[in-house]
């Protein structure tokens, strides 16, 4: 798997929408504290989990949230481009619903996942898109959670 592109829509410090387009070769994300370098790979490893639906409050952008007027709704989602045999794409997202001053209402989980041929997007479900390009296995191993829980030797 050959990452290509990463697109971040309102999840935590991600306001709005976020595009990283990544080169062929070794990419080095940097920057100072706070700029969203941890909030990118967890982006990443809420896209990867394929456990179950999880839509949780704390993944909107809090900046987002305040903006919104009582009964609007908007998004947040977690989408990238990649080659794995052909042109992939997966993306994760919810929706959520200002529904008083101090309180957001989350719904419509979508995990969605295409093949990409030419001009033509076949649709998958995102999980089993990426448990075949991607194995559960493997995942456990590429997320920096630290040497100390990824029990490498054990």
């Known amino acids: 798997m050959i990452i290509k592109e990463i697109r971040i829509n309102n999840f935590r410090s991600y306001y709005g929408n976020n595009y990283l ?3 062929e070769g070794l990419t080095l994300i940097i920057g100072d504290n706070g700029d969203g370098k941890t909030t990118l ?7 990867f989990d394929t456990t179950g639906e999880n839509k949780k409050e704390s993944h909107i952008s809090e900046k987002r949230k305040s903006e919104l007027v ?7 989602s977690v989408g990238i481009t990649f080659e794995h045999n ?3 794409e997966i993306v994760k997202s919810f ?23 030419g001009a ?3 649709s998958i ?4 898109l990426l448990n075949v390009c991607f194995e559960p296995v493997i ?3 590429c997320m920096f959670k630290g040497e100390d829980k990824l029990n490498v030797f054990d």
């Open 95 to 117: 929706s959520f619903e200002k529904i008083a001053e101090d309180s957001v209402r989350t719904k419509d989980y979508k995990f969605r996942g295409y093949s990409i041929d």
């Open 139 to 141: 995942r456990e191993y």
């Open 41 to 47: 790979f967890e982006a990443l490893e809420w896209l």
């Open 120 to 122: 033509e997007r076949n």
């Open 125 to 128: 479900p995102g999980d089993r």
């Open 21 to 23: 387009t990544l080169s």
């Open 86 to 88: 052909g042109e992939k």
């Open 70 to 76: 009582i009964g609007e709704v908007d998004e947040v």
